[in-house]
């Protein structure tokens, strides 16, 4: 939805922002994680299949990140979804603010320590079916947030994450591996992609600590 700039819609968003800053209410969850038993569920019908076509990938492949709302892209987006009294400039860039980072419990205040990633990553994704996708279902793919696939998460960790799967990278808080594990397997399901052996394993290990 485009948004209007206008007095009134201007005078409207000072108003959202101080109540956000009054109350500090954030859904810092990304949406449609579903229950450990439909996961479960879920995960028994993907296909397992070996990996493919990865000296093919490219990361520009997958055009992100677009704009949203206004001027705020969907990095931004993410950002003010899932902070915590986020302030931004007219160029929706957070000024301030603070962020939770579920993958190792940090909280950060300054927003270039904050990293969006893709739960199943991009290259992971390209590797597991989407190296077939269009251009177009590809940048939906990467500024998905409909699902559980975007997450404000510390800088080093989503880096020491990378392209890896769960057989080999899991969260550092094993906490939060069953929560991460339903939303892998979400991504997985509503994108149909495919998954490796190994990999269905360690999600089906993971699951078993919810």
Not at 43 to 68: G, K, M, P
Request: net charge neutral; proline share 4%.
């Amino acid at each position: 939805m485009k948004r209007v700039v206008t007095a009134a819609s201007a005078a409207l968003m000072t108003i959202l922002v101080t109540l956000s800053l009054t109350t500090g209410t954030v859904s810092a969850t990304p949406p449609n994680i579903p229950s450990a038993a439909t996961a479960a569920s879920r995960l028994a019908t993907l296909t397992v299949a070996a990996e493919s076509n990865q000296s093919s990938y490219d990361r520009s492949l997958f055009n992100h990140w677009i704009t949203i709302s206004g001027t705020c892209n969907t990095r931004e987006t993410v950002l003010k979804r899932d902070g915590v009294g986020v302030v931004v400039n007219s160029s929706c860039a957070a000024t301030s603010g603070s962020w939770y980072s579920p993958f190792d419990g940090a909280t950060w205040t300054a927003a270039a320590d904050v990293d969006i990633d893709h739960m199943v990553p991009l290259a992971e994704a390209w590797r597991s079916g989407a190296h077939a996708w269009t251009g177009a279902q590809r940048q939906s793919y990467a500024n998905d947030l409909g699902g559980p696939e975007l997450w404000a998460v510390t800088d080093n960790v989503n880096q020491a994450k990378g392209d890896q799967d769960p057989s080999t990278w899991q969260p550092p808080l094993s906490s939060f591996r069953c929560t991460y594990a339903r939303a892998w397997i979400q991504v997985k399901y509503y994108w149909k992609l495919t998954l490796q052996s190994s990999e269905k394993s360690a999600l089906q290990s993971m699951l078993a600590t919810c």
